[in-house]
């Protein structure tokens, strides 16, 4: 099943209308597999080890098709100890979609995951 996800179309008022209409036409290039895998591999080569990709979702971001690949923190021995933030992937081009100050946060959500989790 496909999810689009749509909160920054949502209003804020309760009980306000709403209409969406989304038409896309793209060439998906990028599976979800190969989408995480890529998060996976960027994780491990500019971050740090115990994170890895979970289960991308396919969203619209700014009028592009693009794979949301959450971020999760496991390590051994602890196990899952939860998801640090998450990486958008042009489903076109593959191309990471994300900056500095998102690797920064994704690392200051990992450490205070980390910090607050029992040995």
Do not use: Y
Request: hydrophobic letters at 45%; aromatic letters at 2%; one cysteine or more.
């Amino acid at each position: 099943m496909t999810t689009i996800e749509l909160t920054d179309v949502v209003p804020k008022v309760a009980g306000a209308h709403i209409d969406v209409t989304v038409q896309v036409s793209a060439s998906l290039n990028i599976t979800a597999t190969a989408a995480r895998r890529k998060v996976n591999v960027f994780l491990l080569d500019q971050v740090g080890t115990g994170l890895g990709g979970g289960d991308p979702m396919l969203i619209i971001r700014h009028n592009r098709l693009c794979w949301r690949v959450p971020v999760l923190l496991a390590l051994s021995p602890r196990g899952f100890l939860g998801q640090v933030g998450q990486i958008d992937l042009d489903a076109q081009s593959g191309e990471l979609l994300l900056d500095e100050d998102d690797i920064a946060n994704i690392t200051d959500h990992a450490e205070r995951l980390l910090a607050g989790s029992p040995l």
